[in-house]
């Protein structure tokens, strides 16, 4: 396999020129509009609990919460979705995983940090085996709680409908991720 | 817990087929403590019964120690199976290790805390409270 | 509509060769009931779950836009192409697979007449279509380097060879039954009784055989979500994940054509307000096309699934023994002289 | 059904797949299984994703705030973590439990039990392909949580119990409301039957898969549900340790066949039993305080010293028998706090069920086994 040449569908800079001049067409008003529109209400969740606010979680899903009534759909493959949530404590081993999975998932992606344990710690401030996901990805919506009531997790995805909404800037691929990102979370409180 | 035996390390073995021959089936728990003050780790094995209902209530206590700086000890996981993942967490946690039962991954720790100890006692965690 | 002359473009379309293939039930009808039966599929799963499913996308319409709404997601999410994969294959395999699964539309008639291809064996044409899908699957599957997808494209392959016979021996049942292989004349003679009735036996095997075909519950073994997460479409992401998705919508919308055409009488009985002729009766053959989608996707709240081999079990001792019953059925029907 | 002659042959060439962490079939848990074709010819489980050294945290907390951190690992199920690490404690403070609470403690532990066996079905169901029995069995839980809310304050960590009692008496009209939502489950459990239990493609997939026969289970430690679905006559209730379990007459459920169905309905018995015990417990439930003399009041509970021993408790969660040795140096912090979990030991279990079966079974076993990775990790 080393041997074979690489086959490339569309060659040199022609594939550059189709990248920006797609985005820059994805990014004019009534695309853009549209775009943001289909977004916001086809959050598609990895399948992935990292600890024990999944079972929050789980009851978000459950007929009393009803997640799919914003449209979000848990999905087998995290290729096709689009939030990563981080239900509670992230470990070192399971940090490592998710690096990998949030490099899987195609852009536009969101992450969503769920629960105490997620924003700093919380009840395992002190742990030997615990990182803050906030020093890993790029964390937009913060869900206090410990555990979050689902409720608070319903509430998290509307405030990160309302950002999408918003000011949503459009990436064709992750190559040129700012670091900056991860600085500009905000906190949401209260539920 | 009325009945506790205090045994030596290199005994442990012949104790715990004693233990099985009497109808003992299992093993509930796997404690280790660390002693620096003693220069020892201290094993518990609480081992009991599931089949024999005169034995269900009672809880047989068997406690060891192994030499901290060179704590190596008999599994007991060919007699009691089920004890097997607990003397690989005590591999993980306190460094002990359990011939007869080895693997080469760490159990339940990640692989950059493959040799460290945090049940140890001289492992610290930042604690609450004002210095 | 012989008084009125159309202009041109409209006339054009209206042609059964253009109208079949572009129209319905080719991409414009089925471009909407796809987006309608997913819809539909998760606001009957959520029905029988105690819950709203998709509401607030579109709030006046139950939720109907969320298909839409997932489909502009896709559209512009990132093409991801993972390095190790077949570039040629991963990119253009989806695309053949939807061709293919899309092309024995052009086989179906509306009505008497108003069909694409006139021929007398249109139904083995529409079959022979049918099957050639799962070849490309495995191509698919193949192509994208991941275990998960391979094992899913495998699985697919196992059960194509499960399926397809007694799709066939099902099929062979009533076109001796009405003595032809031309879905005009199948439907035709169904005017007075529906074949469903004629032969069940045939109509289970074949309903049963359909779902194993379209991987509907409880035959969705070859993207079963919690063992091998999505199958063969595992690496997927973006527009060609839609594509995927499509295609899998897609071939169990061709299969409910076949079954209307072939058990619930094609566009018999007509409303008095339709023409017999034209491409009105279509319309018959779409709402039944409808119920049927919508008795397929119903499945899916209400049976687990079975394991693959438990699904080839099924294929070769049930339905092939079921569908061979069918042939003796109607040999019987045709020979005491019940019908025909 | 296992394929034994397929599974012989090592030298054949085999596929390992690494299904988990994130797989929807997997939890936070890697199970690395080799396939010979469909069979799978070794599964080694891959654990420690969720370890947050609770143990070692719990050396630096006092007595009383160990309680939060040890019902964490198994948040589903944390009122029997709570009673087991309680009942450690109360047995080196040497304190015994007013009868009032110890029927409040039963009345807690069983409405858990019932919300953690639903727990374990729906995800069962969602593993096997039916998501109605994910969704309903998480919606007829919310009723025991709710039920729990309105007890103790919590949906999911109660904290109710302290060492030597308990936090609060049964507020005003609980006993209606409970009575109310026992009736409900009870009659949604026929409806489970006709739709899940009764469903012949479940009964394909789970009979015959999995088997863990008597003497299997027992050598290799099983417990809760999983040992009594093999015919062992074992829990941790019996002994009558804790709780009013003596005094209310409990038995366990029990099935002999060892396999996947049995240990689902073994889950179903015993949400049947534990609405009968909470029924029981509630009519017989004794007048009188809730709180022993020596732990009643913010204070004591907080600069609570204990007296230096060792003390081991075992309890019966939701998904087995939880052991609790809590050594104290006699101060208010304890020196040494170890648990074994119930998924820990049932851990052990996959590799016993699910050699020569197929991959698609082991969604099935791992749902089945009902493990829940943060409590075995910790």
């Known amino acids: 396999m080393g041997q074979k040449k690489e086959r490339v569908i569309l060659l040199g800079n022609l594939e550059n020129a189709v990248r920006k001049v797609g985005t820059r067409l994805a990014d004019m008003r009534p695309i853009r509009n549209i775009r943001n529109w289909g977004i916001t209400f086809s959050l598609w969740p990895v399948p992935l609990t990292t600890a024990c606010c999944g079972a929050e979680f789980a009851a978000t899903m459950s007929p009393r919460f009803d997640m799919e009534r914003l449209g979000v759909l848990p999905m087998a493959s995290s290729r096709q979705t689009n939030v990563l949530i981080i239900e509670g404590t992230l470990t070192r081993k399971m940090a490592k995983a998710v690096k990998i999975i949030y490099r899987q998932m195609p852009e536009p992606k969101f992450v969503i940090a769920m629960g105490s344990c997620a924003a700093d710690g919380g009840i395992f401030w002190n742990s030997y085996n615990i990182v803050r996901p906030k020093d890993v990805l790029p964390v937009d919506v913060f869900i206090p709680g410990c555990p979050p009531r689902p409720e608070a997790v319903i509430r998290a995805i509307m405030q990160l409908q309302d950002k999408i909404k918003r000011k949503l800037k459009y990436r064709m691929d992750a190559k040129e991720r700012p670091r900056k990102r991860a600085r500009r979370q905000r906190v949401s409180r209260g539920v | 817990m009325e009945r506790v035996l205090r045994i030596a390390s290199d005994t442990l073995k012949s104790v715990a087929k004693e233990l099985a021959a009497e109808g003992f089936d299992h093993v509930k728990s796997l404690t280790g403590m660390d002693r620096p003050e003693e220069g020892l780790i201290e094993l518990v094995y609480h081992i009991s019964s599931y089949l024999n209902p005169a034995l269900r209530g009672r809880i047989v206590e068997v406690r060891t120690e192994v030499d901290r700086s060179r704590p190596i000890i008999n599994s007991i996981s060919d007699v009691f199976p089920s004890c097997r993942y607990m003397e690989l967490e005590t591999r993980d946690l306190l460094g002990v290790k359990f011939e007869g039962n080895e693997e080469p991954d760490p159990l339940i720790l990640p692989e950059e805390l493959k040799n460290t100890w945090p049940l140890r006692k001289d492992y610290k965690i930042p604690e609450e409270g004002v210095e | 509509m012989s008084a009125l002359v159309a202009p041109w473009p409209i006339s054009l379309i209206l042609e059964p060769e253009v109208f079949i293939p572009l129209v319905y039930p080719g991409l414009v009808v089925l471009t909407l009931t796809l987006l309608g039966i997913i819809w539909l599929e998760r606001k009957l799963t959520a029905k029988v779950q105690r819950r709203y499913g998709p509401l607030y996308v579109a709030r006046k319409l139950g939720g109907a836009a969320q298909p839409m709404a997932d489909g502009i997601k896709f559209v512009f999410s990132e093409q991801i192409i993972p390095r190790n994969t077949d570039k040629l294959v991963f990119i253009f395999g989806p695309l053949l697979l939807f061709t293919f699964s899309i092309l024995p539309v052009i086989g179906i008639p509306l009505s008497p007449g108003y069909t694409a291809i006139a021929s007398d064996i249109s139904l083995l044409i529409v079959v022979a279509l049918v099957v050639i899908a799962p070849i490309v699957l495995l191509m698919v599957a193949w192509g994208s380097n991941n275990k998960f997808s391979l094992i899913g494209g495998l699985r697919d392959g196992y059960l194509m060879i499960s399926y397809e016979v007694p799709i066939i021996l099902s099929i062979l049942a009533m076109a001796a039954l009405y003595n032809s292989l031309d879905l005009i004349e199948i439907a035709e003679a169904q005017a007075g009784t529906w074949g469903i009735f004629l032969n069940p036996l045939a109509a289970l095997a074949f309903f049963a055989a359909m779902l194993i075909a379209t991987g509907r519950f409880p035959f969705e073994i070859a993207e079963a979500e919690t063992e091998i997460v999505a199958g063969w479409t595992t690496e997927y992401s973006s527009a060609l994940y839609m594509s995927n998705m499509g295609t899998s919508y897609t071939r169990m919308y061709v299969m409910a054509h076949l079954f209307t055409l072939v058990f619930l009488g094609g566009w018999n009985p007509l409303p008095g307000f339709l023409p017999a002729s034209g491409l009105l009766p279509g319309l018959m053959i779409l709402v039944k096309s409808l119920a049927v989608m919508g008795l397929m996707v119903l499945l899916r709240s209400i049976y687990p699934r079975f394991r693959v081999d438990q699904g080839v079990r099924i294929g070769w001792h049930k339905l092939f023994t079921l569908s061979m019953a069918a042939i003796a059925l109607s040999v019987l029907l045709v020979a005491s002289g019940v019908w025909g | 059904m296992r394929v034994k002659e397929l599974g ?280 009188g305080p809730i709180m022993h003399e020596r732990t009643k009041g913010m204070a004591r509970q907080v600069l609570m010293k204990v007296p230096e021993g060792e003390a081991f408790s075992r309890v019966e969660c939701g998904r087995g028998e939880l052991t609790f040795f809590v050594v104290s140096k006699g101060g208010d912090k304890p020196h040494r706090v170890r648990m074994v979990t119930p998924s820990f030991r049932n851990l052990i279990g996959f590799e016993t069920a699910l050699v020569g079966h197929r991959l698609a079974d082991v969604p099935t076993v791992y749902g089945s086994l009902d493990y829940f990775p943060p409590e075995a990790d910790r």
């Not at chain 4, 709570?82 to 807690?108: C, F, H, M, Q, S």
Request: a negative charge; hydrophobic letters at 40%.
């Open chain 4, 8 to 287: 012989k042959d090592r030298r054949a060439e085999t596929i390992t797949l690494f299904i988990g962490p994130q797989h929807p079939g997997s939890g936070h848990l890697r199970l690395v299984v080799e396939l010979d074709g469909d069979v799978v010819v070794g599964i080694r489980p891959d654990i420690g994703w969720v370890h947050r050294g609770v143990e070692k945290i719990a050396e630096t907390k006092k007595f009383v705030q160990v309680i939060p951190l040890i019902e964490r690992p198994s948040i589903i199920d944390s009122a029997n973590m709570n009673v087991g690490y309680v009942r450690a404690v109360e047995k080196l403070l040497g304190v015994e439990v007013p009868d009032r609470a110890r029927y409040i403690r039963t009345i807690l532990c069983e409405l858990n039990r019932i919300a953690s066996h639903l727990y374990g079905i729906g995800i069962f169901g969602n593993m096997i392909g039916t998501s109605t029995i994910f969704m309903w069995s998480f919606g007829d839980r919310e009723i025991i949580v709710e039920l729990m809310q309105e007890l103790t304050g919590a949906r999911l960590t109660y904290s109710f119990f302290l060492p030597g009692g308990v936090k609060g008496d049964l507020p005003d009209g609980f006993e209606e409301k409970l009575e109310k939502g026992l009736r409900y489950i009870e009659n949604r459990i026929p409806e489970y039957n006709a739709l899940f239990i009764e469903n012949p493609v479940t009964e394909d997939r789970l009979k015959g898969v999995g088997v863990i026969d008597r003497e299997k289970a027992v050598q290799i430690g099983l417990t809760g549900p999983n040992l009594r679905a093999s015919g062992v006559e074992y829990d941790a209730r019996m002994v009558g340790e804790y709780g009013a379990y003596k005094d209310l007459g409990f038995k366990p459920v029990t099935r002999p066949e060892g396999d996947s169905f049995a240990r689902l309905m073994v889950r179903f018995d015993e949400i049947d039993g534990s609405i009968g015990l909470i029924r029981k417990a509630i009519r017989e439930m004794p007048q």
